[in-house]
């Protein structure tokens, strides 16, 4: 079956450019979530979607960063004005329903390189 | 300020002997914790997990046990594999709080030698 996709695998960009990073969730998953692994760290939360609730952004780190997920399904992270501290493993998961009763699925990530 | 701490970035061992990893945290309210193992290139993939009104939970070759006066848990592969060769996350949740949102460590890289 299909998992988590993301798309681009990889993405080389200047510095002050905008990127869109792209998540489709398994199908049917409720629950979707955006995280950050910079190089030597671990994973970082960014942000959490549930159905048509409003989503948890506690974990952008500013306002350069933005998502959304269209139709409950598919999610976009928009970085704007992109920095060298950008540089990440972006990671998208997803999950059937919310709470941690269903253990969260990942996508392969996006590695995002800001020259 | 790290709440999931894992103190040990790579870890060896030989085929068949156990591979025990270890994680710590600080943040007394977690209550639920979580290993994932990430092979390079791909997403992490959910191995085990433990609520903190358990002290041990088994599945497999995998064991993971829970010490909450000592803010510690350890996962244990007995016999370890190559394939389990991998980055081991530990993650923790305070579902009072956030029943969904996940602290990581930074990971331990397990060599099983052949």
């Known amino acids: 079956g299909a998992g988590v996709s993301q798309s681009p695998s990889n993405k080389v960009t200047e510095k002050g450019k905008d990127v869109e990073l792209r998540c489709d969730p398994i199908?049917?998953?409720?629950?979707l979530y955006w995280y950050r692994q910079s190089l030597g760290q671990g994973l970082e939360f960014l942000i959490y979607f549930q159905g048509n609730s409003a989503p948890d952004k506690s974990g952008l780190p500013s306002d350069r960063f933005s998502a959304e997920r269209t139709g409950g399904s598919v999610s976009t992270l928009t970085i704007q004005r992109t920095q060298q501290e950008d540089s990440a493993v972006y990671l998208c998961a997803s999950s059937p329903s919310p709470g941690l009763s269903q253990p969260q699925h990942f996508g392969d990530g996006t590695r995002l390189s800001i020259l | 300020d790290q709440q999931v701490k894992q103190n040990s970035p790579s870890l060896s061992v030989q085929e068949g002997r156990i591979s025990i990893l270890n994680c710590d945290y600080t943040n007394s309210m977690f209550d639920y914790f979580l290993w994932y193992k990430k092979y390079p290139a791909e997403g992490p993939t959910f191995l085990i997990s433990?609520?903190?009104?358990?002290d041990k939970n088994e599945d497999g070759r995998f064991t993971v046990f829970l010490n909450k006066s000592a803010k510690h848990l350890s996962l244990h592969i007995v016999p370890s594999q190559p394939g389990d060769s991998a980055v081991y996350f530990c993650a923790a949740s305070d579902r009072g709080g956030s029943n969904y949102k996940l602290t990581f460590g930074k990971g331990t890289l397990l060599t099983v030698n052949p």
């Open positions: 199908s049917g998953h409720t629950a």
């Open positions: 433990i609520s903190s009104i358990k």
